[in-house]
């Protein structure tokens, strides 16, 4: 029942050639279609249409996100949900992108569009009968799957509440001030990961990254190999967060949105006591390495 | 909502001395008390008292399976649809046994007992301020958390109807005759990792093995290491599973009580489509390097 | 000055074709030439023309090994020393296999032949510029490099002897009978690596294995998995080596010879002292975690 | 015959009692012996009494290094080939330094004092009789053997010159100016390695690290670890170098002086072509995916 995962997000791009190339050969996704400005891909383990829509645009950035629930009829139960909470809702008439059926619409408090779907058309990923682990050929990155978004506003505790009220959504991490007063950031689940999505205090609407699954650490090292070999611009080279103890790279995509490819940290379920980090703590928690922040964290949203 | 996850097993042993040597030292979880002929274990991730209680015994074996569930109102709850389902339901009393609350008992149709319970006494992992990422000075293997277990019995379409209608278990794999009418084994998940429990067909009330979770095929490694230093009885030393994808070893407990390792595989959501192998491919699915069972495979059971 | 390396092998296949197909697209070398009933082979980061031979014959097993030496006069050097060791030399000619110089052939106490050659033509790895660390779409398992073998012989006093004393080989471990007379097996290094030839106790003539290096523990596990995709036979699935320390996979060529990859041990010096395995102790010192030979071990030679 | 290794290395420290707490407990060597100002160290998997002298003075840097040679009676020749090349050379008497033999010393074009030894102490690694893999209860970082070290200096074209006609060391890489004419930066091996030791073009006498094996990238992730729970400074967190493939972190002990963990990179012979990078390179050289050098990278020498 509920939000199964982060189903997609759709990103704007400047320029779409040259973000189908970086997004088909450098992360190594599939490409599904292409029609209208817009690119649709798929990760390789992933079983429906597209997981990652590009949007030809003037300026980078996030168009909206969108949380696949498990059944057709949540769709008015969260409706009515989210009209309770205050909350307005439009609906999204089926076909409206390629290959997906009706979905909810609303706006979270720190002006992010986010949309909530259960129909989409389903692809497979070819590993359902006597399969072998991954397939052959898997070019670039080539994470398994979508996994989680941050993105900043100023509302922080208003969009936390919202989506632990309204979705069960779970807290695994936060930061708060000093004073304990004020929540920084906060990082939240659904399913078993440590995140589906986190939120950082900041300018409203802005996306600071997205990140695709690796399996392991030396899946990181393989990513970093190709970014390198395909002069991609890093943000941060292969290190450990202290928040979720995942490993990570940040870079940039072709258009200057933060992508991020993440590996491991712990499997929380829904008792999971959250982990607080204080302000002073930040660096620690973000870099657990190096123990600092540098200027681009705060700084470069899309 | 429901079942959070494997929340502990009991398991019967010959010598307990021995027995909390070896899970202690070699698999390195916590001893977190002993009494009345039991010994409580966690492992060093896990929030609650124990997942892990032995009990010594003439012979070894499974002496019940429990899934904490979220709410302690859900034990009600399913108490009636486990009632509506044909199954009869025992009340097991706060305090039967250390550190734990009420819980309800029934048994599957392969003939193992199984209960549901919320209240357990939390301990807590020591990481939930400003942390490291783990503990310093972990012994042996050292697991962060229990992750799954796999009982034999001669009904596993029985069993595996029941967890899936009635706890909303969702299968991941199977393996089915050639003639694709009967069901050989089969993969359950709550959570969204691989497997919470799997069944496979042979004698009734037995146990293949319960498994630990591992972070990567390194701590695979480093787990084979610690069992060839102790001189621990390998049933299978590390390689893939074909199902579910992870990493893995096999090995006993002093008890002759089967032990897995398990890392890896993917992060299965509700409409995770489950993977069909058929009988003829068993060996690459259990062993996908090597494509054939050992002996032990279906007849070392405990 | 002196021996450099293993720098190939020339092995026996049943079958040109399918050892070529196996060879290239499962172990993942170049195939760098096929003539008269030959193939040669290099690895992707070696520089001379090939390091492996394969030439058709009615069953399998080595032709002969070769060590190159870093200065094309010490093959002279080496002809005297082997005299005056007592052993009878060939000269092989310039010409004589495909890209090759002159050599010397002369035959080890254990049966086996062995060449000396510094001249090859040398072909290089496309890295000298500028490089990224590997290069891109390598296929199958692609081994950097060949790393040693391991001959089948009942005098391994007097192989071990010669060639310690003719080429300072230096010992890096041993078993020794329980009464300490007798030598079972021998690991000699020139090269700052465990191995570059061991011998072991049987029948004359034979081939053990030969062994491809790789990277780290990882990369063994993704061998196997291209291993297990390929459906080649393995005799031993990843573990690790008490000699060593290093990690493995033993598995069969399409014809019946031994395969290794290799990973990891240690890094020894000139000065190392020999670690030393008592007969009991066999089963840990081959296969560390398991603690014990499978009959192939000590009966598939070829 | 001639150079076996670095075999140690005498580096000046600010604080003798907090060098020697972070190199036996974070870096993980063991503490063989202290007197007269100076600590020893080993580490765990080396045999010869230290390779590491801490030497308490009111700066940081080296004071010496030394490699260790074959064979005693080398201690005359190199002395001869030395004079013969112009160097001038000091005889150290046995017993000058604990547990040391004789050495003779000399200065490097670069300013840096370079000793040769042979006589030295053997303590062994306690793994040579049917041992396990690597000792129990290791702390800290825990690095098998000290790596090489790189060392600053103006005369780069000098002391390669020196280091390969007299020492017979090969050149694995080098990075060069854009005309082509001048060295700035050489990395050269006597063992099969990657580098022994490098040289930098700069103010002469400097050191710019030394360097700790590891034996694969999973532990690079360990170390950085335990460098972050340690609040050691980083230099460089986990990447690869583009020159020697190796992977690396980079970071400052409690003095300033820079240390390296280093695993990985090819197994170069003496017929290894060298790697050539052009002065435009030297960031991707240096730090493969990030390909830019931080200020502190040609700044902070000690």
């Known amino acids: 029942m509920g939000i ?15 973000s189908i190339d970086y997004y088909s050969n450098v992360i190594g996704l599939q490409l599904m279609a292409r029609e209208n400005g817009k690119a649709y891909f798929k990760a390789w383990d992933e079983e429906d249409h597209h997981s990652l829509i590009l949007t030809e645009a003037d ?11 498990r059944y057709e009829h949540e769709l008015d139960e969260f409706e009515k949900k989210l009209e309770n909470y205050g909350v307005r809702v439009n609906r999204i008439s089926k076909g409206t992108r390629l290959a997906e059926g009706e979905a909810i619409r609303f706006e979270l408090p720190t002006g992010h569009l986010v949309e909530l779907y259960h129909e989409i058309e389903r692809v497979g990923n070819g590993l359902k009968l006597n399969p072998d682990p991954y397939p052959e050929n898997l ?17 922080v505790e208003g969009a936390t509440d919202l989506l632990m009220k309204v979705f069960d959504f779970h807290m695994s991490e936060r930061i708060i001030t000093l004073d304990g007063e004020k929540l920084l950031a906060v990082w939240l689940f659904r399913t078993n990961t440590p995140h589906d999505i986190a939120i950082l205090k900041g300018p409203n609407g802005k996306l600071h990254h997205f990140a695709f699954t690796l399996g392991s650490w030396n899946d990181v090292l393989h990513a970093a190999d190709v970014l390198g070999r395909n002069n991609v611009t890093f943000d941060v080279t292969p290190t450990r967060h202290g928040i979720t103890r995942g490993t990570t790279i940040y870079f940039f995509d072709p258009s200057g949105n933060r992508n991020e490819v993440f590996s491991g940290g712990y499997i929380p379920h829904e008792d999971f006591t959250p982990v607080t980090w204080t302000e002073d703590q930040l660096g620690k928690g973000i870099f657990y390495h190096m123990r600092e922040l540098n200027d681009r964290f705060t700084t470069a949203l899309t």
Chains 1, 2, 3, 4 share one sequence.
């Open 139 to 155: 070019k670039g990155i080539a994470p398994p799957q979508l996994d989680h978004l941050l993105i900043v506003g100023e509302d």
């Open 4 to 18: 199964m995962r982060l189903g997609r997000v759709e990103a704007r791009v400047l320029d779409l050639e040259k």
């Open 59 to 69: 300026h980078p950035g996030l168009v909206h996100l969108a949380f696949k629930v």
